[in-house]
């Protein structure tokens, strides 16, 4: 296919990813994985292989088998095979690997920023401090340190780049650690595990993430000239006679702006997932895939087993833009091309409806800035906004249903076409809800398409909910019911049952697009609760609540979701949903059936240490103060360290003509950073060992005990 788009690439793959899931489902499952011992080079650790098998090794414990594939465009697969899993085994709430994986990923950002920040320093030197980095992550994985340790270890690592003159280490490791994820094999990644129909027979589910890999050719020339560009340069770039602001960019902080400069040229390839975190460091969408649901056909001996799709969404970490850096126009503007961007993954002629599950009524942090950004950006593109919020915030605020009554009004448009207007009235006008559900009732007896009235009753569901208020009390959180029902309506429409009528009556069909800020934790809920209850229609489980919940507990035990908080675009070892995603959780079914889901795990998605500055304690108490005061207006992590270099660099020029003769380059993968050969390694500091050693002692005591 010459010159294919993004949304024919996407098709491509997701064809290959269901052929080669459907060759490996009719072949026996021979082995039982176990984990692997690692081994930690001193000499030239390689971090992305480490934290891969502490993945599979996590993975392993739980009896998931990896198998690895490539499709035609270079792009990775991973089917991770669950049917062994044990539903009732205790899940892993504090995987040793998470830990391991945290820090491993911290130790290879302080690498990185010893190799940005001290350049022009001795080599040798260098080497020394990677050196002592390297000392302390074999200590934790030689002693198995996790959870209690984490902090601690953190805090060495800052200390060896504040010893190093690095200021501002902590923070710096903290977005860093982020940008590692682009230094890492990313997949394609799908879940198999084993469930039972209402007859107790047992059917293969398979939940299937497609990576959304590529970038406009706005973005991607943006990029190009970065990676063309000299280190440390500003960048004018002009395309179509325009120029292009590059503010996002040319006004980062000195060590952001290193770190964008270095892996540039990778993001243009398209080959990477862009890291969640990074909303205000990175243009593009983050930790997007399309996510599908397929369930197989009766295991029957001797019998071919066969797949069908039942669920299908997009879904990604928001498309709005947060670095302080640029103007809140600027910042729009970017908003606008990253939905611009997930537009391009839909098929010529339809729009997306963004499902935002933040909540605009909340005060602090960026769910404002999300509900705007993105509303604005889909006005401009034609697209439309649906907000759904799943926190707590919920309760005081009405949902923007905008996007989702435009859908169910084409539902009632194919609902008069069949002559059903009891239900086009109710989509319609939201009016004589029981005249609605006793159509469809009375249709079922004889309908020759069942599963049209199923959808229609989707469809029903969805329009009870946006007219029934949730305001103070919403135990079941009817917003996640919601979106479960839309996306199942949307699939009806784009690929199910009711595709054909919406042609028939020239509908523009819209696909719905789930985000939220990070796109795994409520988007992470709401993909759960989705497969779960496609699942339970697939293998009609209607009323029958215990096998129902049988079954999410092997949907969780097989750790699909927990896997991706991590994995591409997630925060690396931060496996699981986030305890603070709590409130968004319902109680029937999931209040006491989910554990796992959530892990603590989730919560170490942010860098934490200790600061050893001493302070006198009124200094103490004033700050936290302040910090009180203040933290709801602080919407950028980064926000003290990303005002610009005081010097003013020089500029490098590029136009869309030049660059695009770079558009099909192959960017230089480069693996982690290979040290100078030196015959022995360069000694650490007298402090460092000092440091070493003490931590030797503790973890010695604790083995003891």
Known sequence: MKNPSNYERLQQNQEEIEQKIAAYINTPLKDIPKPKEVEFDLQSPNYSELIEQLEENRDAGEGIKWIRATLEDGSKVLIRDARNVNPNAPPPLDSPESYKIQFLNAARAAEELL??????????????????????????????????????????????LKAAGIENAGKKISVAKDFGNLSDQHYHVTTITKQKDSQGKDSLVVESDAMLLWLTDNQKLQYLAIKHAKRGENIELTIKGEQVNMGWYNNLAPHLKDLVHKHAGKIAEGKFVLPTQLRGELIGIRNA?????????????????TLEMKARTLHAGTASFHGKQISKEERQEIATENLRQLQSFVLQGRTTTINVLNSPANPTGIDSAIHEQVGKGQEKL???????????????????????????????????????????????TGKNEQAAREQLVSQKIESPRPEVLEALEHAINAKHIMTTSHLF???????????????????????????????????TLSEVVVQCASGKDRTGLELTDQSFKATNESLQLKGKQGQQIENLK?????????????ANGGTRGAHGIKKDTLAAFPQDPYKDNIEGLQQNTASHNKFKYEDREKQPLITKIINKILDTITKPFKTNKDEEITSPATEKPSIAKFIDVDLNNFKNEKAEIKGDIIPQADDKLSKPTKWVKEVIEKRHQESTVQAER
């Open 289 to 305: 895939h399309s996510k599908t649901t397929y369930v197989s056909s009766p295991l029957i001996d001797s019998k071919p087993i």
């Open 473 to 507: 009390r919403d135990p079941n959180n009817s917003n996640l019911e919601l979106s479960t029902e839309m996306n199942a309506v949307a699939f009806s429409l784009l690929h199910g049952t009711l595709n054909k009528d919406a042609k028939l009556n020239n509908i």
């Open 554 to 566: 092997t949907q969780v035990k097989g750790g699909h979701t927990q896997f991706m908080a991590s």
């Open 382 to 428: 034609g697209g439309r906004r649906a907000t759904t919020p799943f926190n707590i915030w919920r309760l005081v605020s009405r949902n923007d249903n905008t996007g989702f009554e435009k859908i169910l009004s084409d539902v009632g448009i194919i609902s008069n076409s069949i002559g059903l207007f009891d239900i086009r009235d109710f989509l319609t």
């Open 115 to 160: 190799d940005l920040e001290l350049g022009n320093t001795n080599s040798h030197e260098i080497q020394g401090l990677k050196n002592t980095v390297r000392l302390t992550v074999m200590n934790f994985l030689e002693n198995n340190l996790g959870k209690d340790d984490i902090k601690k270890e953190n805090t060495t690592l800052v200390e060896i």
